[in-house]
């Protein structure tokens, strides 16, 4: 009897044992679960913290945060990381509660508040929106959180344009002639389906687009102080970008963006850096007249329409392979022009006044469907960097100092051809021997220091023919005379290869 009760003396003190563990365990999963009451809530504890303010862009999964609680993202933010623990949870937790508690409060003054939420309003369904008042655009923003429509605003009377909870437009977004606009915020817009237009505004200087994801067209001009840009999230689609006339000092594309329909960066005077990961761009690339010492970085570019490069420092294209229409450079300061990976031009190569350019390498161009002009880059002493070059389309036109001019397989120039230097080194046989003549278009011209050789074509000759002369002919004459030498093939005159500007 003796040890059955001692038995029974450690079987209850096993089960106390236990239940006194279990009770401290429970304890211990609520102190967990839930930390002391913050501003008259209970708060979720956990340990796994938010490693950067951006993630809290994953809180728009609530949906309705945006266009519920009336406040800015931003003040959202700075409310809920002083009542938690930053962690990703605590965050969604506290912004719930508030959600609900400012529904209930917008319930309570207006209950026909949430029906209309519900119906969607037709203002936020009209095809455009003339805005040009604070009021009006403030109601707009407030009443919609999706736009279907375009925005046209113009003659705007404040000095912030704020989109407070909208979130997407489904036309075109288009500011223009606000003179006294000095910023424009948009803290959860993520699209814009057509046109982004900026245009005269003369005292905004800055833009922020946190979470701009999409739009289909950036047009930006005349924003002559505008130097900060906030794009925040990085742009996923983009299909044309022109900006012009700012005081932007960089320019960078950078994320998922990997074709352009166009791309013209011009008269930005501050704008030294400018890059961007595109691999193609359908309908051209310019750059030109922004910051003399701009260094441009395209190093994935492999396809491009045409391309204007000038008043540029350095040019990076590495893996650039065929540009279907015009290329032109002009006016650069940079001393090396390297397009290694090029086979074609669709139209005319323009290497003009480029005055520190002592190195280039067009190394396996095989083609060039217009004409090829190189003309007065003062440290160029050899035109040797065609080694593969076969055809040219048009005319041709060599103007420096120069001593060589060397095309190892040219075999034919469909126009006519002049070639002048001031040295006297360079051989003008090579190109006026009507035994091995590779220029069929029209007259030939090749002057070396003081002597100078012309071949005259007969256009009257049903074959033509060529008459070799030492004729010095006066500069105007000479001028006249390649004004022809485009137009055999390609209808173009010297004017017309002038860059021009938007």
């Known amino acids: 009897m003796k040890a059955n009760s001692f038995i029974c003396q450690i079987l209850f003190c096993v089960l106390v044992s236990l239940t006194t563990s279990q009770a401290l365990g429970l304890h211990e999963k609520q102190d967990q679960i839930y930390d002391e009451k913050k ?11 938010i490693s950067d303010l951006e993630q809290i862009g994953k809180l728009r999964e609530l949906g309705s945060l945006k266009k519920d609680t009336g406040k800015k993202f931003e003040e959202i933010v700075k409310k809920v990381k002083s009542r938690t623990k930053n962690s990703f949870e605590d965050i969604k937790y506290v912004i719930s509660q508030e959600q609900e508690s400012q529904a209930n409060e917008s319930t309570r003054a207006h209950p026909s508040d949430a029906f209309e939420r519900e119906a969607v309003d037709p203002l936020c369904t009209k095809a455009q929106h003339d805005i040009n008042n604070s009021g009006d655009f403030a109601y707009l923003t407030r009443t919609c959180a999706h736009v279907s429509g375009d ?3 113009n003659e705007y009377n404040d000095a912030v344009l704020d989109f407070g909870t909208l979130s997407s437009i489904g036309g075109s977004l288009k500011v223009a002639n606000v003179s006294n606009l000095v910023r424009i915020d948009a803290p959860i817009l993520t699209s814009i389906r057509s046109s982004f237009s900026l245009n005269e505004l003369t005292s905004l200087t800055s833009i922020n687009f946190s979470y701009l994801k999409s739009v289909d067209s950036i047009e930006w001009k005349i924003l002559p102080i505008l130097s900060s840009i906030g794009f925040d999230a990085g742009l996923d689609q983009v299909k044309n970008i022109l900006i012009s006339d700012t005081s932007l000092v960089g320019f960078s594309l950078k994320n998922k963006v990997k074709d352009l329909d166009s791309l013209n960066l011009n008269n930005n005077r ?9 691999e193609t761009i359908t309908n051209g690339l310019t750059i030109a007249a922004n910051a003399r010492n701009s260094v441009v970085s395209f190093p994935f570019l492999e396809k491009v329409s045409s391309l204007t490069i000038r008043d540029v420092s350095n040019i990076d294209l590495p893996k650039i392979k065929e540009i279907t229409g015009s290329a032109k450079f002009y006016e650069n300061s940079f001393q090396r022009l390297k397009l290694p990976n090029l086979t074609s031009i669709g139209g005319t190569l323009s290497i003009i006044q480029n005055r520190n350019l002592n190195e280039a390498d067009f190394g396996n161009v095989n083609a060039v469907d ?3 002009m190189i003309s007065n880059n003062t440290n160029m002493e050899k035109i040797n960097y065609f080694g593969k070059l076969k055809s040219i389309g048009g005319g041709i036109q060599f103007i420096g100092n120069f001593r060589e001019a060397s095309f190892p397989k040219l075999e034919l120039v469909k126009g006519s051809a002049m070639i002048k230097t001031t040295s006297g080194a360079l051989d003008c046989s090579k190109w006026t021997d009507t035994d ?3 220029i069929r278009g029209g007259n030939i011209v090749c002057a070396s220091g003081d002597k100078k050789e012309v071949l005259h074509y007969d256009s009257n000759d049903i074959k033509g023919t060529l008459s070799k002369s030492k004729t010095i002919e006066d500069s105007e004459t000479e001028n006249e005379n390649f004004a022809n030498i485009f137009t055999s093939s390609y209808g173009l005159t010297f004017a017309g290869l002038l860059v021009s500007l938007l």
């Open 39 to 49: 501003n008259g809530m209970m708060v979720p504890k956990h340990h796994h913290k």
């Open 151 to 153: 925005i046209f605003i």
């Open 270 to 278: 501050f704008l030294e850096s400018i890059s961007a990961d595109i």
């Open 370 to 372: 217009g004409g090829l």
């Open 436 to 438: 091995h003549l590779i």
